[in-house]
C-alpha cells in the first residue's frame, strides 16, 4: 500500500467509473503506466445514489493492480457499518458523504480509527459550513461537481465558488481539495485557480482509448494537467 504523501500539486485520479468494467486490473495498469497519479474508486449503493456500482470485494481485487493511491469514494449509506471491510480491502482514501447519515463526525473518526485517510464529500447543494467542524478530523474534502451516482455529466459551475471558500477555510491545513463530475480540459483551470489540487476525471480521460490502445489515456491526461497547472 502507497501512504499518500501531502503535497498541493495537481494530482490527476481517473475514474474506473468509467473504464471497461470487464478489465479494471488492466485499465488501472494503463491509466497509471500513462500518467495517473491516484485511482478513484467509485462505489454506489443504489440508495444514497441512484446506480449501482462495486463494494469492497471488488476493490480488494483491484487492490494489487494499483501502485499508486487508491481513492475510495463512498455514495453508500449508511457508511460506519462497511468501513473495516473497505480498509482491509486496501483503500488509502476513504471519503464519505456529508449527506449519508446524522453522524459523519463518528464516520470520519471510524476511518481514520482502521488506519486509513479519512475523506469528507458534498454535494452540490451542500454547503462548506457542513465541514466546519470537521477540518480537523479529515485529510482530503471533496467537491462535487456534478450530482453524485453517474460519470459523464455536465460540469456544475456554481461551485467554483464552493472550492474558493474552502481553500481560505483550510488554510495550512494538510487537505487535499478534490473535485469529482465533469472535468475536462476546459473545466480543470477553473478549479486548479480556484484552489483545488486532486481532479477526479472519469469520461475525458479514458475517452478515444482502450488497454490495447492507452496513448490516448496519456494524451488525456497531460492535456488536463497542462491546462490545471497553467492556472495556478
Ligand atoms: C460521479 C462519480 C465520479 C464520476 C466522474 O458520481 O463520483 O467520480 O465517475 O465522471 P466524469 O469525469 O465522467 O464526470
Ligand atoms: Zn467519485
Not at 504523501?5 to 468494467?21: C, N, T, V, W
Not at 480491502?89 to 446524522?102: M, S, W
Not at 467542524?133 to 474534502?141: E, G, H, K, P
Request: glycine residues 10%; hydrophobic residues 45%.
Amino acid at each position: 500500500m502507497t501512504a499518500p504523501s501531502f503535497d498541493r500539486s495537481i494530482k490527476i485520479a481517473p475514474s474506473i467509473l468509467a473504464a471497461d468494467f470487464a478489465d479494471f486490473g488492466r485499465e488501472i495498469q494503463a491509466v497509471e503506466a500513462h500518467g495517473a497519479d491516484w485511482i478513484h474508486v467509485d462505489v454506489m449503493d443504489g440508495h444514497f445514489v441512484p446506480n449501482l456500482t462495486f463494494g469492497p470485494a471488488m476493490c480488494k481485487a483491484i487492490r494489487p493492480h494499483i501502485k499508486t493511491v487508491m481513492d475510495v469514494h463512498l455514495m453508500i449509506s449508511p457508511v460506519d457499518p462497511y468501513i473495516e471491510a473497505f480498509a482491509d480491502a486496501g483503500a488509502d482514501i476513504l471519503t464519505a458523504h456529508v449527506e449519508a447519515g446524522p453522524h459523519i463526525h463518528r464516520t470520519l473518526q471510524a476511518i481514520r480509527g482502521a488506519g486509513v485517510k479519512a475523506g469528507v464529500a458534498l454535494n452540490p447543494g451542500t454547503p462548506t459550513e457542513s465541514v466546519e467542524y470537521l477540518l480537523d478530523m479529515v485529510d482530503l474534502i471533496c467537491v462535487m461537481t456534478v450530482n453524485p451516482g453517474f460519470g459523464g455529466q455536465k460540469f456544475i459551475h456554481s461551485q467554483i465558488d464552493k472550492v474558493k471558500q474552502l481553500r481560505e477555510m483550510i488554510g495550512d491545513r494538510p487537505i487535499h481539495i478534490e473535485i469529482d463530475g465533469g472535468i475536462d480540459p476546459t473545466t480543470a483551470p477553473l478549479m486548479a485557480a480556484a484552489g483545488a489540487d486532486a481532479l477526479v476525471v472519469g469520461s475525458a480521460v479514458f475517452k478515444g482509448g482502450s488497454v490495447i490502445n492507452p496513448v490516448p489515456y496519456g494524451e488525456n491526461i497531460r492535456a488536463i494537467r497542462a491546462a490545471a497547472e497553467a492556472a495556478r
